[in-house]
């Protein structure tokens, strides 16, 4: 016999379920006033430093369907790339986003600031990035992602250069549509399968 | 900044397989692909922080949150307990915890939901609250009822509350389920057995807790949750080139 480990596992998850609204967003769900205020609705508040940016997508199945009950939640830096809560963050970001697929469309918006570049403990730093995490029906445990730009230098980004099959990098890279707003569609399985992470 | 670490990686055997046909929704909507895994970065290691001042005094009461104290729901009364821990023992505190569920009939107040159970006009079915210094929580609610699913012919959930957790950063990012022990329909759940290790979806179910339970007011289901921690050591700041 060895010492025992006092390392706990992990609760498991569990699907969110098609109901995921009622508790993360009270209005989407139609229970407006369920919170005096809910939590996530923007990442800035006025007055927040840089760009200030709409990207729109969908969460596609993988029959090429787009999902009308994803929930998604971003989480980034300010426009410098300072986390909330880090010395000298911008208080006019949040850094959370809830966001729903359209009931009708299953499109999504999020809109933000622009985050600046992140150091790692790689030396290199982060290209900028948007991390995301989805959460819906048949989706048993969240799935983590990130949108990075294809206007932005992606070049020596420590996570990306892990891709072993370069063209699935460009699962990664939200397209330009238009002056600051962007498209970033997620596909969850079969024919550019978005790139999922575990860190 | 003090480097705290990197987080612990996750060990994916713990959690459900992400493709199970008998849950047939999963079928369409699971990665076919492996996820790419790294050591976390800033993006994990942060999140968000919640005040006290954005969660108002009946947020965790949901006998009363939905009328605003003005009528109770219908239903078993209630109260859900437990801490939240991180894998390293160590209580996490003012931590945000949300919770949903449905009625004590099995009916969501979700404007998707159609089953014939009616909703109770008193009873909205969502809840918030922070961990203490401790990591301790409390809820009180009615049980949820089982309710009927379009999956196989005849499936049915069992009694649940789903629970949505941060941790203090958003690598450690939770959503999960509460059982009620004794619940024979855990048993036939195919989303239960998503998680293929018993011991496992066993740690998913709260057991009764008498001692916390309020003699003619209310029972209690005690149920603890561990998030990821984090892992530090000495040799921690790994230098470029090294």
Redesign the interface.
């Given at each position: 016999m060895v010492q025992p480990l006092?390392?706990?596992?992990?609760?498991?998850?569990?699907?969110?379920?098609?109901?995921?609204?009622?508790?993360?967003m009270?209005t989407y769900?139609?229970?407006p006033g369920?919170?005096?205020?809910e939590?996530?609705t923007s990442p800035i508040a006025e007055g927040a430093q840089g760009t200030v940016i709409e990207i729109v997508g969908s969460v596609y199945?993988?029959?090429g369907?787009a999902?009308r009950?994803a929930l998604i939640?971003s989480?980034?830096?300010d426009a410098a790339g300072i986390?909330?809560?880090?010395?000298g963050a911008d208080p006019a970001v949040?850094?959370?986003c809830r966001f729903a697929a359209d009931?009708v469309s299953g499109e999504f918006t999020l809109r933000t600031v622009k985050p600046g570049p992140?150091?790692?403990?790689?030396?290199k730093a982060?290209a900028p990035?948007i991390?995301l995490?989805v959460?819906?029906?048949?989706?048993?445990?969240?799935?983590?992602t990130?949108i990075y730009f294809e206007d932005e230098d992606n070049s020596d980004d420590?996570?990306l250069a892990?891709?072993e099959q370069r063209p699935r990098v460009e699962t990664l890279i939200a397209k330009k549509i238009g002056e600051n707003r962007y498209r970033f569609d997620i596909r969850?399985?079969?024919a550019g399968?978005?790139?999922?992470?575990?860190? | 900044m003090i480097d705290q670490g990197p987080l612990i990686p996750r060990n994916r055997e713990m959690h459900p397989v992400p493709y199970y046909p008998d849950y047939k929704t999963s079928v369409a909507r699971s990665p076919s692909l492996p996820l790419l895994s790294m050591e976390s970065g800033p993006s994990e290691e942060t999140g968000p922080t919640f005040g006290h001042d954005q969660i108002g005094a009946l947020d965790n009461n949901l006998i009363l949150n939905w009328t605003k104290g003005a009528a109770p729901a219908v239903g078993e009364r209630i109260l859900m307990h437990g801490r939240v821990l991180d894998e390293n023992g160590r209580a996490v505190p003012e931590t945000l915890i949300e919770i949903w569920q449905a009625n004590a009939g099995g009916r969501y107040r979700h404007k998707k939901d159609g089953y014939l159970a009616p909703l109770d006009p008193n009873f909205g079915g969502c809840g918030r609250t922070l961990t203490d210094a401790n990591g301790c929580y409390q809820f009180l609610t009615i049980r949820p009822g089982a309710y009927p699913w379009p999956n196989r012919g005849n499936d049915w959930r069992p009694m649940h509350i789903h629970i949505s957790v941060y941790g203090h950063s958003f690598g450690q990012r939770l959503i999960t389920q509460m059982y009620f022990e004794g619940d024979p329909l855990i048993e036939r759940c195919p989303i239960a057995a998503t998680i293929r290790n018993r011991s496992q979806l066993d740690r998913l179910v709260a057991p009764l807790d008498m001692a916390a339970s309020r003699p003619l007011d209310f029972l209690a289901y005690k149920f603890d949750i561990v998030l990821r921690g984090r892992r530090q050591t000495m040799f921690e700041n790994k230098l470029e080139g090294l």
């Open positions: 006092t390392v706990l596992p992990e609760s498991p998850s569990q699907t969110a379920g098609p109901y995921v609204h009622i508790g993360l009270p769900a139609g229970n369920a919170y005096a205020e939590i996530g199945d993988g029959t369907w999902l009950d939640e989480w980034q830096p986390f909330p809560g880090q010395p949040s850094g959370l009931a992140v150091p790692s403990r790689y030396g982060f990035h991390s995490w959460v819906a029906r048949g989706i048993n445990i969240g799935l983590q990130r420590p996570l892990r891709i969850l399985q079969g399968e978005t790139v999922f992470l575990d860190l | -």
